[in-house]
């Protein structure tokens, strides 16, 4: 092997040696992810979620509904009892795994601890439906969910817009949509972990070969089935967008062991340099997607930040 792969291979190893205490023995357990087969992992995921325990959803109604578009978009609506304000969210996966059942159980514990009404939405998939559906789709909901606030009992001036992953990266694409193009008003975004740029240039997309569950191999092949033979704009990937002011206040948590943590940061930056209100979280000791382990304290927190920071934008 090349002595430059060795030397990346010490220093990912060498940068791990600060994992969690608590999350490092479920690394061996955790299957790593195979973006290079969107159908096979999409599988894989589906047996995950099946196999753990069920969302606890007495305190809350779901409904399962159709958001009229072109095509539809199907989401689920969390709406916990004496909810507040509402959040679209966005379901990781690299943009080519994900959907309503498989996000389930986060989507109603966030709706839950948050207080906020969620509306989990059902986004089309990458390769077979690249860059822009999956930020149509999203943007169509965003719309619906503001011209039809009187009916489902949300303020208008309280929506937000929200995702952890590819959707924390569609998330903040549809701000900037919603800015350009004067859409609905959006109070707040929250972004954990975003995927937000296709170049993979930072010092943790270039060192951070073998991280547990999303590695740089996995994000790159994300990005080749999003973005097709396209080129990257800022809708696509927003680390592209050159002006960043004028957007809603953002909260951005990053995990220490993951590529996609300094674009995540230098997004927080870059807002702020812009003048946007920005909360920024870098978990030390975590990795991609470790929030999910639930019996961890450092998780719980996580989960706790996040459903707080909605908590305090919407009812503000």
């Keep these: 092997m090349p002595t430059g792969w060795r030397m990346t291979e010490a220093i990912t190893v060498a940068r791990m040696d600060g994992m969690d205490p608590e999350l490092e023995p479920f690394i061996p357990l955790i299957p790593r992810a195979d973006l290079a087969d969107p159908v096979a992992e999409r599988e894989r995921l589906a047996q995950v979620v099946a196999s753990l325990p069920g969302a606890d959803t007495k305190e809350m109604e779901v409904e399962d509904r159709v958001v009229p578009a072109d095509p539809d978009v199907p989401v689920r609506i969390y709406r916990p009892h004496a909810a507040h304000g509402a959040i679209v969210w966005l379901h990781g996966g690299g943009f080519v795994t994900g959907d309503l059942d498989t996000e389930h ?33 999203a943007y169509a909901v965003l ?38 193009e004067r859409g609905p ?29 999303m590695d740089r191999d996995n994000i790159a092949a994300s990005w080749r089935h999003y973005l097709g033979a396209g080129p990257a704009s800022p809708y696509a990937a927003p680390a592209h967008a050159v002006d960043l002011s004028d957007l809603p206040p953002a909260y951005i948590a990053t995990a220490e062991f993951d590529p996609l943590r300094d674009e995540g940061i230098g997004y927080a930056q870059r807002l702020l340099e812009a003048g946007v209100s920005v909360e920024l979280h870098q978990w030390p000791g975590t990795f991609h997607g470790s929030q999910a382990i639930i019996s961890a304290e450092v998780s719980q927190r996580q989960a706790a930040e996040l459903a ?3 908590r305090r934008a919407l009812s503000a």
């Design 143 to 180: 719309i619906w969910l503001a011209e039809h606030a009187e009916e489902l009992d949300v303020d208008p001036g309280r929506i937000a817009v929200g995702g952890t992953s590819a959707g924390g990266g569609i998330a903040a694409a549809v701000a900037l949509r919603a800015r350009d």
């Design 185 to 213: 008003a959006i109070r707040f975004q929250l972004l954990n972990q975003p995927e937000l740029d296709d170049r993979m240039e930072t010092v943790s997309a270039r060192l951070f070969t073998d991280t547990p569950r």
């Design 105 to 137: 159980a986060w989507a109603s514990r966030l709706a839950g601890a948050s207080g906020a009404v969620l509306i989990s939405v059902g986004y089309r998939l990458a390769p077979e439906h690249p860059f822009p559906a999956a930020l149509d789709d």
């Design 308 to 310: 707080a920071a909605v």
